[in-house]
């Protein structure tokens, strides 16, 4: 549905991007914008470039080639090794969602989410820093009786919610979410959506998902673009592209939707 916390102020701008992986051409001609308060997709089935362009966005790839704008400051200025402690670093915060292998096993709750803290916001201080991880936590609904448990013990549901606290925690503007809902059941799935579009009407939080799967967050996004080996083969309003879905990549993506395509 569209966001109604939307506004025209544009934090992620992407012109002409390009990434090769030696002769395979990854990504061709990149052109995106999420506003303050947007939620966009990027759909497409596996190998389309999104997961790239998901690192890319918060540079943990360097492009060969176009301009990435993060908060209205040129990002590739920045040195890719020197980004990691850049200002920008916690404005585009990645959400660690695979409750398999995004966190180390023997790392606590705590310790997963206070680690962007200390690197990124050092000047909260300690008793800063624990009412921060404690906010990130309950925005992202992880109890505190969980905070030190090991994540070898929390199910996948509750690991989901530790990466998501964790790039709640440095108070990002932007939130890049690859494949979040993968790996959880339909239950979760639901209400992990439901977190996220709170967030994003409480916050203005701009939320761009990178998914193969469009029926799980299209409920949530006002704008959609479909990749198919690296390109962008259609992009607009999701409504639109349910209804009407012109490219055949799209085709194929909406007719796997059986609830909602009907």
Same mark, same amino acid.
């Given at each position: 549905?569209?966001?109604? $916390? /939307?506004? #025209?102020?544009?934090?992620?701008?992407?012109?002409?991007?390009?990434? #090769?992986?030696?002769?395979?051409?990854?990504? =061709?001609?990149?052109?995106?914008?999420?506003?303050?308060? @947007?939620?966009?997709?990027?759909? &497409?089935?596996?190998?389309?470039?999104?997961?790239?362009?998901?690192?890319?966005?918060?540079?943990? @790839?360097?492009? %060969?080639?176009?301009?990435?704008?993060?908060?209205?400051? %040129?990002?590739?200025?920045?040195?890719?090794?020197?980004?990691a402690h850049h200002p920008l670093?916690?404005?585009?915060?990645?959400?660690?969602?695979?409750? =398999?292998?995004?966190?180390?096993?023997?790392?606590? !709750?705590?310790?997963?989410?206070?680690?962007?803290?200390?690197?990124?916001?050092?000047?909260?201080?300690? *008793?800063?820093?624990?009412?921060?991880?404690? @906010?990130?936590?309950?925005?992202?609904?992880?109890?505190?009786?969980?905070? %030190?448990?090991?994540?070898?013990?929390?199910?996948?549901?509750?690991? *989901?919610?530790?990466?998501? *606290?964790?790039?709640?925690?440095?108070?990002?503007?932007?939130?890049?979410?690859?494949?979040?809902?993968?790996?959880? %059941?339909?239950?979760?799935?639901? @209400?992990?959506?439901?977190?996220?579009? !709170?967030?994003?009407? =409480?916050?203005?939080?701009?939320?761009?998902?990178?998914?193969?799967?469009?029926?799980?967050?299209?409920?949530?996004?006002?704008? /959609?673009?479909?990749?198919?080996? &690296?390109?962008?083969?259609? *992009?607009?309003p999701v409504v639109r592209l349910?209804?009407?879905?012109?490219?055949?990549? $799209?085709?194929?993506?909406?007719?796997?939707?059986?609830?909602?395509?009907?």
């Amino acid at each position: 549905m569209p966001s109604d $916390t /939307a506004t #025209h102020e544009p934090l992620v701008v992407l012109t002409d991007v390009n990434k #090769h992986f030696g002769q395979l051409h990854v990504l =061709q001609d990149i052109n995106l914008t999420v506003g303050r308060g @947007e939620v966009v997709v990027v759909i &497409g089935p596996s190998g389309s470039g999104k997961s790239t362009l998901a690192r890319m966005i918060c540079r943990l @790839e360097q492009p %060969d080639g176009g301009r990435l704008l993060a908060m209205g400051e %040129d990002a590739l200025a920045v040195p890719l090794r020197g980004f990691a402690h850049h200002p920008l670093r916690g404005d585009v915060q990645l959400a660690l969602q695979d409750a =398999q292998g995004a966190l180390p096993p023997r790392w606590t !709750a705590r310790r997963a989410i206070e680690d962007p803290l200390r690197l990124l916001r050092p000047a909260l201080g300690d *008793a800063g820093r624990e009412q921060r991880l404690r @906010e990130a936590a309950r925005l992202a609904g992880l109890p505190e009786t969980l905070l %030190d448990r090991p994540a070898y013990t929390l199910s996948g549901g509750e690991r *989901a919610r530790v990466g998501l *606290a964790r790039a709640l925690a440095p108070e990002p503007a932007v939130l890049v979410l690859d494949e979040p809902t993968s790996a959880l %059941d339909a239950t979760l799935r639901s @209400e992990l959506l439901d977190r996220l579009d !709170a967030l994003r009407r =409480q916050q203005a939080l701009a939320l761009l998902f990178i998914s193969h799967d469009l029926s799980a967050v299209a409920r949530l996004c006002d704008r /959609a673009m479909v990749m198919e080996a &690296g390109r962008v083969v259609e *992009a607009g309003p999701v409504v639109r592209l349910l209804a009407h879905p012109k490219a055949d990549c $799209t085709r194929a993506l909406v007719a796997a939707m059986p609830v909602l395509a009907s």
